[in-house]
Structures are given as C-alpha cells and as structure tokens.
C-alpha cells in the first residue's frame, strides 16, 4: 500500500460501498455513471487504491454488475431489504473474518463521492488506531458517517444492531460504539461532495474540469 506521510502502521482493506438504490437517477445505476469520461465507481477505486492494502466492492445486487473490475472482491449483502451502507458493512466485516482474518480495520468510502480526500485513511486511523474505536470524517459543521475507519471486531455488535430496524442510522451506532469525529478542513471543490441527481452529476463534471485546470 502507499501510504501517505504519518499513516498509522495499520493493515487496512478499503470497502466501496456501492450497494444504494440509485432512486433519483430514476432506475439507472448511479455507480456505472459516467463522470469525466470514467464511470463513478472507477473514480471512487482509483481515489480509495493508495491508501489501504485492498479494495473490496459492496453491493446489495447483482456481482455481475460490474464486469470491468476484476481485481476486488465483490461482497453482496446478506441481509434481507435494503438496509443501506451499514449492512454493506456487515457482510464485508462477515466475507473477511473468513478470507482475510488477519485484517484488524475497514475504511469505506461511498461511490457517489469522488473527491474525497487523498489523506482520509491516513487521518482517520491516527486518530482511531490507539482507542480502537470507529472514526468518521467531518467537515465544514457537518459529519460525513459514510467515510468510516472500522475496527472488524465490531461486527457482532453491528449485526445485533442492524436487526433492531430497517435502516439504522450510521451515526447512532457510531456513537454506540464510543465513536469519533476527524475533521477535515473546508475547501473548494467540496472534498465530502456527493452526487445524488442527475443535476449534481453535471456539477461534478464541472468540479473535475476545474481540477484538471488547477493541477
């Protein structure tokens, strides 16, 4: 893995939950949306790589889905209904306690965020590794719950919760969990922007010209 400057000495597998419904791209996958001339997800992939030691692919359909990603595993949920992203996170916490149960930390990243920061792992496992507890990035006055850093012994505790009720919240079981928040300093473009319509796609398409501009 490469690891940006002051990265915890962790072993960490990187988990792009791509399991939404897409409902306001009206029935069209929002993951295999085409953003600057790649799809979304490739985007999240390419931005997620550097910075774990291996990338797993969630989703609550289909493995076929996605037939040009052949070097990351692709974990559906085991849970019925559309529990969103924290039953993501159960069956990947499920799939590597029996193919990589060495691995001790999760980080998720949602494939409708394609800006994330490039120091995100990094700064959520030094300030989560020594409590080992689950970190969450924040922003600008709000918390972005979707960008975790998770340690895999809370996956007993997960299940539990999420059996209590269709979709739980992300932020409840955090706390639960004696979570913490990591802020990340605001800039332009927004590194926490999300592309939930149509409209905030072409917005998107705007933010990466105006960075290949920059760059």
């Known amino acids: 893995m490469k690891q940006p400057s002051g990265k915890a000495d962790l072993h960490i597998v990187g988990v792009v939950l ?8 009206e029935g069209a996958d929002k993951a295999l949306q085409t953003l600057a001339g790649r799809p979304l997800i490739q985007r999240v992939i390419d931005r997620a790589r550097p910075q774990v030691d291996e990338l ?19 974990v559906a949920d085991d849970m019925k209904g559309h529990q969103g992203p924290l039953a993501g996170l159960a069956a990947c916490l499920s799939w ?29 496992a030094a300030a989560a590794a020594a409590r080992n507890v689950p970190a969450i990035a924040a922003s ?23 059996v209590r009720g269709k979709r739980r919240p992300l932020v409840e079981f955090i706390a639960a ?15 926490f922007f999300n592309i939930n319509t149509g409209e905030d796609l072409i917005r998107a398409e705007r933010m990466c010209r105006e960075a290949e501009r920059g760059s």
């Open 140 to 162: 600008g006055g709000r918390v972005h719950p979707v960008f975790g850093l998770w340690p895999t012994a809370i996956e007993p505790a997960l299940r539990r919760y999420l």
């Open 56 to 74: 797993v692919i969630s989703t609550n359909g289909d493995r076929s889905r996605f037939p040009e990603i052949a070097d990351a595993a692709i």
């Open 18 to 25: 791509a399991g939404g419904r897409s409902r306001r791209f």
């Open 177 to 191: 969990q004696g979570g913490i928040e990591v802020p990340f300093a605001p800039r332009s473009p927004d590194p």
């Open 96 to 124: 590597l306690a029996e193919e990589r149960p060495e691995m001790r930390w999760v980080a998720t990243f949602p494939v409708d965020c394609p800006f994330f920061p490039a120091n995100l792992v990094a700064s959520l």
